[in-house]
T-cell receptor, first 116, second 110 residues
């Protein structure tokens, strides 16, 4: 089973460049998320989606955009890369649980992004 | 105020020791609670869910105190392979949003 697949694993951007981080899941999960993790810090939610066609901002959305045209795919777009966006990015998905502790997050393997 | 707060550590313990981590959360409406383990530069992986009655999985025991809004993780008989960062995660059940603590680093030494 593939689970959550993220690409690329590593990328170096110059200031002002654009790129898209790809994320796809094959578990038919409704919920998908993008997190960033700075060194020594916890994960911060950038954007999330509760289903195809529905997205919303998380804690740190500035400088990013997302779309969710299908259940499987949730790409993250950086339009004008800045050094402050140097981080590790994780995509994740979960199924809608019942509040009983079943709402596990399944993570992709991460993208190490450096903006120079 | 942060949604989830943890002591960053590091906790440096010898093999075989018992170590405990605590985590506090600010939203009393939080519904689900978890401990995730993260190895250096890798994705977090679910260690265990935390249930109201407390639960145990081998050497790991998790407790939830809703009145005081804290979660604990106890590791008994620490192994070298337990060295990692442990993330406390809370689901507010508001659109299934998960909030992460900054993690507690554990170093188990021979």
């Amino acid at each position: 089973n593939a689970g959550v697949t993220q690409t690329p694993k590593f990328r170096i951007l110059k200031i002002g460049q654009s790129m898209t981080l790809q994320c796809t899941q094959d578990m038919n999960h409704n919920y998908m998320y993008w997190y960033r993790q700075d060194p020594g810090m916890g994960l911060k939610l950038i954007y999330y989606s509760v289903g195809a066609g529905i997205t919303d901002k998380g804690e740190v959305p500035n400088g990013y955009n997302v779309s969710r045209s299908t259940t499987e795919d949730f790409p993250l777009r950086l339009e004008l890369a800045a050094p402050s966006q140097t981080s590790v990015y994780f995509c994740a998905s979960s199924y809608s649980g019942t509040g009983g502790g079943d709402e596990k997050l399944f993570f992709g393997s991460g993208t190490q992004l450096s903006v120079l | 105020r942060k949604e989830v707060e943890q002591d960053p550590g590091p906790f440096n313990v010898p093999e075989g020791a018992t170590v405990a981590f605590n985590c506090t959360y600010s939203n009393s409406a939080s519904q689900s609670f978890f401990w995730y383990r993260q190895d250096c530069r890798k994705e977090p992986k679910l260690l265990m869910s935390v249930y109201s009655s407390g639960n145990e999985d081998g050497r790991f025991t998790a407790q939830l105190n809703r009145a005081s809004q804290y979660i604990s993780l106890l590791i008994r008989d620490s192994k070298l392979s337990d060295s990692a960062t442990y993330l406390c995660v809370v689901n507010t059940y508001n659109f299934n949003k998960f909030y992460f603590g900054s993690g507690t680093k554990l170093n188990v030494k021979p």
